[in-house]
């Protein structure tokens, strides 16, 4: 069964940082782009970042730019996400996806969220002021 468990969540002041696991079972990301999607109350889905398959490609939300970095460890079959310089407008849940192609683009980030072959559960960041 394909799946993503997603987790580091959490509570942080304004300014902190967390980092986001994704885990894989089930497959590999080879072959898959992979990213993160988040959604906060009353809003769409906003894809926040994305990373191409072959690892060359990673592209950002202009809101988030400078502040976030995506990476993998394929020996873990993990994809992360590291959040520093956090804002109260950065709440929400955060969710992990992956998605079966070899193509490279920011047209990634919308994919992701609509287009995904396999979705995580998500995880609740919380951004204090």
């Known amino acids: 069964e394909v799946q993503l468990q997603a987790s580091g969540g959490g509570l942080v002041q304004a300014g902190g940082s967390l980092t986001l696991s994704c885990a894989a079972s089930g497959f590999t990301f080879d072959g898959y782009a992979t990213g993160w999607v988040r959604r906060a109350p009353g809003n769409e889905r906003e894809g926040v970042s994305a990373?191409?398959?072959?690892?060359?490609?990673?592209y950002y939300a202009d809101s988030v730019k400078g502040r976030f970095t995506i990476f993998t460890d394929h020996a873990k079959n993990t994809v992360y996400l590291r959040m520093n310089n956090l804002r109260p407008d950065d709440t929400a849940v955060y969710y992990c996806?992956?998605?079966?192609?070899?193509?490279?683009?920011?047209?990634?980030?919308?994919?992701?969220?609509?287009?995904?072959?396999?979705w995580g559960q998500g995880t609740l960041v919380t951004v204090s002021s």
């Open positions: 996806a992956a998605l079966r192609t070899r193509t490279n683009g920011a047209w990634l980030l919308r994919a992701l969220g609509y287009e995904h072959d396999a």
């Open positions: 990373l191409s398959s072959t690892d060359e490609g990673t």
